[in-house]
């Protein structure tokens, strides 16, 4: 319930208001890797837009009709609790779909603000049933390494 919780915060309406309106899949992850704390989130382009106006969200979407999702994360540090914010942050993510070479698409997650919230989101095709594997990098404002972390994704439908 805390995950849901902070979600909420993170991603302001965006994430929790597309979940009360019947999203099936698993709404919430967190994994934890050195001083960082991510918490993410994928739902459909459709739902995710339904509901754009209550955060600033990314302009560029994935190719329609390609089973576009959105993909957001919220940054906390490890050690002190607090939101990350201004960071650069990318993606990676690999696709489980046709062998033998996956599709891969790599992104910048662009700085979404709802409310007093800063979380990390963009749009990216999701066509395929199985595991996708995102690879981030955060570059936190003025630090001088980037931080890494996989995360799983089990896309079910």
Same mark, same amino acid.
């Given at each position: 319930?805390?995950?849901?919780?902070?979600?909420?915060?993170? !991603?302001?309406?965006?994430?929790?208001?597309?979940?009360?309106?019947?999203?099936? &899949?698993?709404?919430?992850?967190?994994?934890? $890797?050195?001083?960082? %704390?991510?918490?993410?989130?994928?739902?459909? !382009?459709?739902?995710?837009?339904?509901?754009?106006? =209550?955060?600033?969200?990314?302009?560029?979407?994935?190719?329609?009709?390609?089973?576009?999702?959105?993909?957001?994360? !919220?940054?906390?540090? &490890?050690?002190?609790?607090?939101? %990350?914010?201004? !960071?650069?942050?990318?993606? &990676?993510?690999?696709?489980?779909?046709? $062998?033998?070479?996956?599709?891969?698409?790599? $992104?910048?997650?662009?700085?979404?603000? =709802?409310?007093?919230?800063?979380?990390?989101?963009?749009?990216?095709?999701?066509?395929?049933?199985?595991?996708?594997?995102?690879?981030?990098?955060?570059?936190? &404002?003025?630090?001088?390494?980037?931080?890494?972390?996989?995360? %799983?994704?089990?896309?079910?439908?």
């Amino acid at each position: 319930m805390h995950i849901i919780r902070f979600l909420t915060t993170a !991603a302001g309406t965006l994430l929790m208001a597309t979940a009360v309106a019947g999203h099936s &899949k698993q709404l919430d992850y967190s994994v934890t $890797k050195d001083r960082l %704390i991510v918490h993410f989130g994928i739902l459909p !382009a459709e739902r995710a837009r339904a509901v754009e106006g =209550a955060a600033s969200a990314p302009e560029q979407a994935a190719a329609p009709g390609r089973a576009s999702h959105h993909l957001v994360v !919220a940054l906390r540090d &490890k050690l002190t609790g607090n939101r %990350i914010e201004g !960071a650069t942050v990318t993606a &990676k993510m690999t696709s489980p779909g046709p $062998k033998p070479r996956p599709e891969v698409q790599t $992104k910048l997650l662009q700085e979404l603000k =709802a409310k007093d919230s800063t979380s990390y989101g963009n749009y990216f095709d999701m066509p395929w049933r199985g595991r996708y594997r995102i690879d981030l990098s955060v570059r936190r &404002k003025q630090a001088k390494q980037t931080e890494k972390v996989r995360l %799983i994704y089990d896309q079910r439908f």
